[in-house]
Each structure stands twice: as C-alpha cells, then as structure tokens.
C-alpha cells in the first residue's frame, strides 16, 4: 500500500510568483484535504476535493485554488504569493464512503514553501 | 462554531514519568475526537480516534485517551514517558457542525528530560 507523496519536499518563491504543489493520495482513497501549518501553529484546512469537486473550504482567499484528477492525485495552486503563505503545506487523503464517519485523514510529510 | 484548545503549548516530563497533555473542545453536536502526533519535519500521524463506543481508547505507541462528555475532554495520557515520545502533539475535533472537516488544536511540544 503506497503511502501519501507529497512534491516538491521544499520551494522558495519570491512576492507575486504563483506555485503549484502536488499531492499523490494513498491508493484506494477518494478524498484529498489541504493544509497550511505556520510555524508553531496547528494546520489550518483550505479545501478538501472529492470525487474532482471541492467538497468544503476553509477561511482562505481565491488566490488559493485546487484540482483534483481522475486518479484522486491533487494540486494546490498558489497565486500572488505573500510573506504570510510562507508555511508547511500538508495534503491528507481519505476514503469517504459515508457522510457522518470519523473519516480518518493520512498524512503527506508536506511542501515546505518559503516566499522572500 | 467548534473549537479545540490545547492547554500548554510546551510539556516537560522525566523518562518514565506519566505523560498527559490536554484537550478540550467546543462542540453542539456529537464529536469525532482525533490526536495526531508529528515528529519534527514530517507529517502528521494519527495516534488515536474516537468516533462512537468505548469512552476509553487505545492507540499506538502505548498512549490512550479518555472521552469525556460532561467535561468536553479528551485528554491524552501515557503512564511511561520514552526519549522518542519527543514531539508534537494535535488534539483535532470534526462534527456534523464542521461539515466533517478537522478542527484543530494548537498542538503541544512534549519534551523528555533524560
């Protein structure tokens, strides 16, 4: 059973740029989550994709989009870069086969993005 | 709206002394109740869950959690603590009230002393 991947591992992107990080779902999982964790805080959800559709998004601004493929693999798009997107960027995937479980999320070791 | 709050955002502790690092949450519905631990630059990995039953659960690495409704708690505890328990620590929570997503803690940096 492969794990969640997660590329590239680190980014530095200067004010403006756009970046696209990659997220490879555990096989047999339908669902993929992204977060963003700020140094010495706990992740914050941006969205999640089910089934190719955004299926619930955090407090984030549109400048933070995501598509998910027919392969349940996924990327975040980054827009506009700011200081503040400086973070650990983190994708769970899961497998919903019901609303209402306690789905449980299986973890990527996550993109370390800087912006200068 | 839910809400989880981790009190301490540093914990020291002797080896083989108990571990215990807390959790509240806010919630109007029934909870799912979740704590993730995460070594430092990796991922987050789930040491526990608990969805419906048993009050009390077991996860690995010998930690367990109590849920525990009339206190909105769910604390985390380890009677021996191990040099690699060293790590951080999330308490998440998810409802019907969050549409299912993970609610998160602060986390709790849980440091061994030799």
């Known amino acids: 059973e492969t794990g969640v991947t997660q590329s590239p591992t680190h980014l530095i992107k200067t004010r403006g740029q756009q970046v696209t990080l990659r997220c490879s779902s555990q096989s047999g999982h339908n669902t993929v989550s992204w977060y963003q964790q700020a140094l010495g805080q706990g992740p914050q959800f941006i969205f999640q994709?089910?089934?190719?559709?955004?299926?619930g998004r955090g407090n984030f601004p549109p400048r933070f989009s995501g598509l998910q493929f027919p392969n349940y693999s996924s990327e975040l798009n980054v827009n506009a870069l700011e200081l503040d997107d400086s973070a650990l960027y983190l994708c769970?995937?899961?497998?919903?086969?019901?609303?209402?479980?306690?789905?449980?999320?299986?973890f990527g070791p996550g993109t370390r993005l800087t912006v200068l | 709206a839910q809400s989880v709050t981790q009190l301490g955002s540093h914990v020291s502790v002797s080896e083989g002394a108990l571990v215990l690092l807390r959790c509240n949450y806010s919630?109007?519905?029934?909870?799912?109740l979740f704590w993730y631990v995460q070594y430092p630059n990796q991922g987050l990995q789930l040491l526990l869950k608990y969805t419906t039953g048993a009050t009390l659960v077991k996860g690995i690495n010998g930690f367990e959690a109590e849920f525990k409704k009339s206190e909105t708690s769910f604390h985390l505890t380890k009677p021996s603590a191990h040099m690699s328990d060293a790590a951080e620590y999330f308490c998440a929570v998810s409802s019907m009230d969050s549409n299912y997503q993970l609610i998160w803690g602060a986390g709790t940096k849980l440091i061994i002393k030799p």
């Open positions: 919630s109007s519905v029934p909870p799912y």
């Open positions: 994709y089910y089934r190719e559709e955004e299926n």
């Open positions: 769970a995937s899961s497998l919903i086969v019901a609303t209402g479980q306690g789905n449980e999320q299986f």
